[in-house]
């Protein structure tokens, strides 16, 4: 009888992790919005690729980014100045 309930236990939890990582698979990313429906500053920044660089301190890893980031002003006011930062919680 123990084994029972420590192999139903068993199958639940492997049953659950199994569900939880099958789901992510299936999560679709909202589309972004277009830049034509919007009247004000549109900001669009989308992240392309990144590789690991060789550290000169193994206890810092430096990696190499590449990114778009496109500015549009589609409002009546002229953007006088911008400017953006992109930050990386790690570190990076």
């Not at 192999?7 to 639940?12: A, K, Q």
């Not at 909202?30 to 009247?39: G, K």
């Not at 193994?58 to 930062?85: A, C």
Request: aromatic share 16%.
């Amino acid at each position: 009888m123990a084994f029972y309930l420590n192999y139903n236990t068993h199958f639940s939890l492997l049953f659950s992790l199994l569900s939880f990582s099958f789901s992510q698979f299936d999560a679709v990313e909202a589309p972004s919005p277009s830049v034509d429906s919007c009247n004000g500053i549109f900001l669009s920044y989308a992240y392309s690729s990144g590789t690991k660089l060789k550290p000169t301190d193994p206890t810092h890893q430096p990696y190499r980014f590449e990114s778009v980031l496109m500015v549009i002003n589609n409002g009546d006011e002229k953007l006088k100045s911008w400017k953006v930062s992109v930050e990386f919680q790690n570190d990076e």
